[in-house]
């Protein structure tokens, strides 16, 4: 398996982080990501990690403004794209197909080729343009997973509740995350 992972300059950044060291678990996904330079800035206002133990959980790197990089290709095979977080922006251009940047352009291939993209949103309260650019989105084959809090799952911390929202990411690649507690019904 093959995905690509883009971290967009949204809060929230820490779910990428998380989510490549869940995929670094994964017997077998190769991982490529691109990291905008919005979430460079995030990276260093939201946590204490830097940029290159973010990039040594993946297997490829891309620069952002690299155009001719390996994932901005149709011929380059990937099993789908994951934007976590994804910003408003970054939503706009994939809505939009305004392919400004390398994260955009992937997402643009990933959609042309009929492949899985995933998108993570980060916005609070939200717009109606911000919904708009969803919708568009999800009209054009997204599927669209808000980090939205979870309780059924009886989370103790922060930590759970990002897992939870990888789990369900993950669930769309066939993917079952170990500390993902899936609701199983009421007695």
Not at 19 to 43: M, S, W, Y
Not at 93 to 99: K, M, T
Request: glycine share 8%; net charge positive.
């Amino acid at each position: 398996m093959r995905i690509v992972v883009g971290i967009s300059g949204a809060t929230g950044v820490i779910m990428g982080y998380k989510l490549l060291q869940i995929l670094r678990e994964v017997p077998d996904c190769e991982t490529h990501l691109v990291v905008t330079e919005g979430a460079i800035k995030n990276f260093k206002l939201e946590t204490k990690i830097s940029i290159d133990d973010i990039k040594k959980l993946a297997h490829f790197c891309h620069d952002n403004k690299n155009m001719a990089a390996a994932i901005s290709s149709g011929s380059f095979k990937t099993d789908g794209m994951i934007v976590m977080p994804c910003s408003m922006k970054s939503l706009s251009g994939i809505a939009n197909g305004y392919a400004s940047n390398l994260l955009v352009r992937a997402v643009d291939v990933c959609l042309k080729e009929n492949r899985k993209v995933v998108i993570v949103p980060r916005e609070m309260p939200l717009g109606k343009i911000h919904i708009k650019n969803m919708a568009a989105a999800a009209d054009l084959g997204c599927s669209i997973i808000p980090p939205m809090l979870t309780f059924y799952n009886a989370p103790d911390n922060l930590e759970d509740q990002v897992t939870h929202v990888i789990g369900k990411v993950l669930m769309q690649f066939g993917i079952d995350v170990k500390k993902f507690k899936a609701w199983e019904g009421a007695m």
